[in-house]
Nanobody, 127 residues
Framework: QVQPVESGGGLVQAGGSLRLSCVVS????????MAWFRQAPGKEREFVSR????????YYADSVKGRFTISRDNAKNLLYLQMDSRQPEDTAVYYC????????????????????WGQGTQVTVSS
């Protein structure tokens, strides 16, 4: 059983920075690609970023390119999302998730490509 747990959310001013963390239970963390999604009130859950099992390949939504950085520490079962230049539009609940395929599928931006999800952490950006 995989149990992701997110942390690091909170309230920041526009232009500020936050780093989210996600710790994942189990010893097979390094064998799976991971991703961050977010969901704003009244909207569908949307893709934010993805990182390969080894960390050598990353993907970003156009809305966060140049501002967010995804990384991982497989030895510590940790996934990170460094968020700089925060904007009010970034306000959402952020989730980390595991891709059960292990390799990037054409549908990697689809929530159905991931099998285990964290409980989410709220990020609020004020103007």
């Amino acid at each position: 059983q995989v149990q992701p747990v997110e942390s690091g959310g909170g309230l920041v001013q526009a232009g500020g920075s936050l780093r989210l963390s996600c710790v994942v239970s189990g010893r097979t963390f390094g064998g799976y690609a991971m991703a961050w999604f977010r969901q704003a009130p009244g909207k569908e859950r949307e893709f934010v970023s993805r990182i390969s099992a080894t960390g050598e390949t990353t993907y970003y939504a156009d809305s966060v390119k140049g501002r967010f950085t995804i990384s991982r520490d497989n030895a510590k079962n940790l996934l990170y999302l460094q968020m700089d230049s925060r904007q009010p539009e970034d306000t959402a609940v952020y989730y980390c998730a595991r891709d059960f395929r292990g390799y990037t599928p054409p549908s990697y931006r689809d929530v159905d490509s991931y099998d285990y999800w964290g409980q989410g952490t709220q990020v609020t950006v004020s103007s």
